[in-house]
Structure formats: C-alpha cells, structure tokens
C-alpha cells in the first residue's frame, strides 16, 4: 500500500494535467449544441483510463445518450469487485461575466484549481484513474477487481441509466460500489455521503397572446402573463421559502432516532455555510428557524425557480410579451415519490392560474432520493482509508443534492454499500460561477482512494 501510495505523488503534476485537459473541454449535456464535446470529453476519459492500466476500456451508450465510459481490471479469483464511478459531463457555465477567468480554461489560484467540472466530477474521474495506476505501477495489479464507470448525462439527471444498466447488467455487476461525485465535510475534513434528495422538474408556462402587443394600446386590458407567472410561483411556497403546495410534503417522514441523533450531533455551521455560499448581510436563510441547517438542506422538500424566459432586458421595448415560462426544480426526501409530487404540483397550479392564462405544464427529470444506513464492513474499511488519508476521521453527512445513479444501481445488485466520496466542498461552488477544486484535498481523496481498494480488499473475508 505504502508503495502505491507514494506512486501518487511522483505522478501528481501529471493528474494535475489530465484534469486540466478535460476542464477544457465544455462537455455540457444540458446544449445540444455541445454533443460534440461530450463525445470529445468520453474520447480523453477513455484515454485517461487507458493509460492507468485499465483493460477493455470502451465507449458505450444506449439509445441517444452521451457517452458512457467503461474499464475494468478483473483477474482476481477472490475477494470484492469494486465499481468506481464518475461522470465527465458538467453543467453550463451560467453567467459568464459573473466568473473570475474563462470557465474553460483552469486556472489555479490560492490552493484552489477554477473551472468548470474541476469539482463536479472530472476530479473525481482523474482521481480514479489515478488509483488504479498507481496499483497497477507499483504491484501490478489493483488490490482487488475494479470496473470503472465514468457517465455522460448525469447532470441531466441519467435520463436513460435504467436502460444503460438493463442492458450492462451483467458487465457492471458488483460487490461494492465506490462514488467519487459527492463532498467533503469541510475543507481538510473529510465526508461519507449517506443521503442524497431525489429531484423532480417542470418547464411552467403562462400564455397571454399569439404575439406580444405595444404595453401602451393594451395595457390595462391585456393581461401580463409575466405578471401571472410571478403570482402563480409565489402559491408555491410559504412565508419561509418551503415549498407549500398541496402535495409537496406527501411521503416525507419523520426522521428516524438514530438520524435525529447523527443530526443533533453535528456542529452548527451555519455561518460558515452563508461565507461558503456568498449569502449577502441581512439575507435571511430558507426554512424554518427551530430546524437546524441541515435537516433543511438534507431532510426537508426545496423548491427553486432555476430559469425564466419572457424577453430579455437587452433589447426589450414596451410590449406585453405573449408568454413567460419558469423552470421549476424541486428536491425531494427519502420516501417522496417525484412523479407524485410532479402531479400535485401540476393540480396546484391549474387551480391557480389568474385571469384565465393559458397553462402549459411540461414534467422534466424525475429520480427519487436516496439513503443508507452508513453501518458495516466497507463503511469501516472507507473511515480507516479516509483517516489515513487526511489525518482526520470522516464525518458522516447528508447531501442536499441529487445524484440519479446511486439507488437505481445498488438496488439493481442486490443493495449493495454504497460508499459516497468526493472532491467538493462547501467552497466548491459547484452548479454556480468560479466553480472550484480544492487541491489539497483532492491529493488526499486519491490517496484515500488508493488505501480503500486495500481496505476492501482485506476486509472482504469478514464480509463473506
């Protein structure tokens, strides 16, 4: 182990370049326009793990989907068969004037590596890659079997991974799978993801008119559907920004003693989060005051307008426009059923449609929320690995994000552990402007990677 350890640091600038390489690339699934790219972003994935010593490592999609990336290492008679997975797709880089440097063009700043997909996931992708090779370099062989996944659409929700995993079943089978898409507790601290919330969307449109007419012949008479879309969206929540539409809270439970106590346990740090997430003086957070922050962000229902469109303020003139249109996301707690809820909310808002506004309702991504309980012999072999590898114990979290792959793949193989790390933190940014990788940490997740293969490994026997 020691040995493959120290194989890190010797190849750590040229990690640093393969992860540079691929932040280039604007592998954006959500823009049809940027197909080329992601196809570009699967071509230097498989390079990536070409080079780390994986075999059979191939390109595959099913129907339309981006490209997913495969490799394996498997010639061990014993022991687990450990899945890595990533994605190498990334999210638009948003307002780009509002970034510090090119979102494409990384640049390494303070101890901090920015651009997008530097968090979310390349660096998850790089770090697996780099586990593996320094194994195979030093010992000839990963400790135990490794396939490696590394998708194409997951921040588009994996629209098409039930497909890809019925038609993969058997090449992606495995004992434990390893999940390098999620964060760490803080910065030099690391986390073990137990929960994610699930999401649901809808495109929610208000049409007025067949064109938009002059704001002064009509206005007073022409309804403003723009108007009537910011009316209707405010239905949908309550005095503290939760969501409160009949509907919303179907299926949420009360927490389980055992979560309440892991929650209770925590260290407030709600101040640091506002620091983290850039919260303006005075801005008061969502949700409920007797609630602590992260029973809000884990365990409670959101609600996010995350895009409108009516007519931009460049070139605007004084007109009523014909429609407006708000894209809804909602994050959902273990137990909601998304389509559920999609419905409900759907109901809600034809109920409340003013002034007789044509509504157009277009359900977008749905997968349900996730959660383990964070017991047993890989969740111990992960705390050994992660201790050793940032001198520090992990700290088991929640995550109030979603990631669509988990529980439809470790249900798919019998609910096998599923052991959430990641290069995130909470100054990451991810999914926002100047997105960032923390460097350290990211050192210390592959090197906590690299002893996890081993502590999986040895603890295998107790397991079986």
Not at 48 to 74: C, F, H, K, N, Q
Not at 153 to 176: M, N, Q, W, Y
Not at 235 to 259: I, K, M, Y
Request: hydrophobic letters at 40%; proline letters at 8%; glycine letters at 10%.
């Amino acid at each position: 182990m020691e040995a493959a350890v120290g194989a890190l640091a010797a190849g750590y600038d040229h990690a640093l370049v393969a992860l540079c390489e691929l932040v280039r690339i604007p592998s954006i699934s959500a823009d049809p326009r940027r197909a080329g790219d992601v196809a570009r972003s699967a071509d230097v994935t498989a390079a990536l793990l070409e080079a780390s010593g994986l075999e059979r490592v191939r390109e595959s999609t099913t129907g339309d989907s981006p490209p997913y990336v495969i490799g394996e290492w498997m010639h061990h008679d014993e022991g687990p068969t450990v899945l890595l997975y990533a994605h190498h797709d990334v999210q638009p880089p948003g307002i780009v004037e509002n970034w510090s440097a090119d979102p494409f063009e990384p640049v390494e700043r303070g101890g901090r590596l920015y651009g997008r997909g530097t968090a979310d996931d390349k660096a998850g992708a790089v770090a697996h890659a780099e586990a593996v090779r320094a194994w195979i370099e030093t010992a000839g062989a990963p400790p135990c079997n490794v396939k490696v996944l590394v998708e194409g659409e997951e921040e588009i929700g994996s629209p098409r991974l039930h497909e890809f995993l019925t038609e993969h079943l058997d090449e992606l089978a495995a004992d434990v799978l390893l999940l390098a898409d999620a964060g760490n507790w803080s910065v030099g601290t690391p986390g073990i993801t137990y929960s994610l919330r699930g999401l649901a969307a809808a495109d929610i449109s208000l049409r007025a008119l067949d064109g938009p007419v002059h704001s002064g012949m009509a206005g007073g008479g022409v309804p403003d559907p723009v108007m009537g879309l910011a009316r209707l969206l405010t239905t949908l929540v309550d005095e503290h920004g939760e969501p409160a539409f009949d509907g919303a809270w179907d299926g949420v439970r009360p927490l389980h003693p055992e979560e309440s106590e892991r929650l209770a346990s925590l260290p407030d740090q709600t101040d640091g989060l506002r620091r983290a997430w850039g919260v303006r003086p005075g801005v008061a957070l969502a949700g409920p005051s007797d609630r602590t922050v992260f029973e809000r962000l884990w365990r409670r229902p959101s609600i996010t307008v995350i895009g409108w469109d009516s007519h931009p303020i460049a070139g605007s003139s004084n007109q009523i426009v014909a429609v407006a249109t708000a894209r809804v996301s909602l994050r959902l707690v273990p137990d909601q059923d998304p389509q559920h809820v999609l419905e409900r909310l759907h109901a809600h808002l034809e109920e409340h449609v003013p002034w007789g506004l044509e509504l157009s309702f277009e359900p977008r991504e749905a997968s349900p929320a996730w959660e383990c309980q964070p017991r047993g012999w890989a969740f111990e072999a992960a705390e050994r690995a992660l201790r050793a590898g940032f001198k520090k114990p992990p700290v088991y979290m929640g995550v109030g994000g979603s990631i669509p792959f988990v529980g439809p793949f470790a249900h798919a193989f019998g609910g096998i552990p599923a052991l959430l790390l990641g290069p995130a933190d909470p100054g990451s940014r991810i999914h926002g402007e100047d997105e960032s990788l923390h460097l350290r940490d990211w050192r210390s997740l592959i090197e906590s990677e690299t002893r996890l293969l081993a502590e999986l490994a040895a603890a295998w026997p107790i397991r079986s």
